[in-house]
Nanobody
Framework: QVQVVESGGGLVQPGGSLRLSCAASGSIFSINAMGWYRQAPGKQRELVAAITIGGSTKYADSVKGRFTISRDNAKNTVYLQMNSLNPEDTAVYYC?????????????WGQGTQVTVSS
């Protein structure tokens, strides 16, 4: 299967920017899509952005125009560029990878990285 590891979280002031990274390892040839979810305290986990192996992207309405998901195939890494951050973006951000390996579909999750937007 595939393992994913996030990095890049931290504390940022409102209006600031952060870039999250998600590095994949293992059976990377089996990946169909990768993306990011987030979970704020007391709230359900929600999809933030996703990118397919073909390059198609989708975003949550709340982040459209502010966040950009991209990938570097040579590094097996997906990025989430987050601009114009506001306190409502505070959450633990989780990277995931979807794929099919040995005819079985899977979703691999990272351990999460904390993003805190506060003055």
């Amino acid at each position: 299967q595939v393992q994913v590891v996030e990095s890049g979280g931290g504390l940022v002031q409102p209006g600031g920017s952060l870039r999250l990274s998600c590095a994949a390892s293992g059976s990377i040839f089996s990946i169909n899509a990768m993306g990011w979810y987030r979970q704020a305290p007391g709230k359900q986990r929600e999809l933030v952005a996703a990118i397919t192996i073909g390059g198609s992207t989708k975003y949550a309405d709340s982040v459209k125009g502010r966040f950009t998901i991209s990938r570097d195939n040579a590094k097996n890494t997906v990025y989430l560029q987050m601009n114009s951050l506001n306190p409502e973006d505070t959450a633990v951000y989780y990277c995931y990878a979807d794929g099919v390996d040995s005819y079985r579909s899977y979703r691999s999750w990272g351990q999460g990285t904390q993003v805190t937007v506060s003055s």
